[in-house]
């Protein structure tokens, strides 16, 4: 019993980890952070140009030119953030293989020198047609800077969870060889086979998330491939930790009858 109790706890600790938010905390915050300044940025460039289309002023026309590179410079910084959060979630986690590390930092390294050659586009910035033509460059190439990282996170994801569904799938079957051994086993065989279902959809899940993160690519709409996989991944993770609750209540339950 000691055995199956010990692989009951590193089961709720496997479960738990697979939260797409439980790691490297602090750089996800600075991306939050840096998402509320880039809305502000957006909502001040916004007023400024009310402000130059009721009063077409030279000071107006240079807040207008201001106020755009400011949104267009927090829009870098929202997206270098991104890229910073996913590559230290990846990196700190022990369970992801050095290769998806690998694929991931170099493409968080390649990205990031893009934006700072356009941080250097931004900052040559002196005239509204300026504005215009630097802005169309940078939103035609915000989505291809998040794409290869988006797709490797997800490469990530499904890894660990398909590692987290095959250590839940073996300790069921260790649960399901003590059970034969009980007599009276049909409440332990019931709440294994619900385990065994809810298992069955969480892998359901996964390989859904998968094709969706293979779809993560340009020409096509990564984005939201991206955010199906996600979705995925957190509709597999519910039924994981359904299957834990079934688990450790049959494991409870052959404690008391051994």
Known sequence: MKKFLLSAITLIFLMQSLSL???????????????????????????????????????????????????????????EAWLNWKNTEAQNNADVPNDIKNNIAN????????????????????????????????????????TDVARNTGSMWVYIANNRIDKAEDFEAKLRQAAAKIDDNTEILNKLDLAKTELADAQTNVNTAENAYKEVKIPGTPLIKFAEGNNNLRQAQSHMLKAMEQLLAALKLIMTNY
């Open 21 to 79: 938010t439980a790691l490297a905390a602090g750089t996800r915050q600075d991306w939050l952070n840096a998402q509320q300044t880039r809305i502000q940025a957006d909502a001040d460039y916004k007023k400024a140009q009310a402000d130059y289309q009721a009063d077409k002023t030279p000071a107006n026309e240079q807040k207008v030119v201001d106020t755009a590179k400011d949104v267009l410079n927090a829009a870098l910084d929202e997206a």
């Open 107 to 146: 493409d968080v390294n390649k990205n990031l020198a893009k934006i700072q050659d356009f941080r250097t586009e931004v900052a040559g910035i002196n005239t509204r047609l300026e504005v215009g033509i630097v802005f169309l460059k940078i939103v035609g190439a915000y989505v291809e800077l998040l």
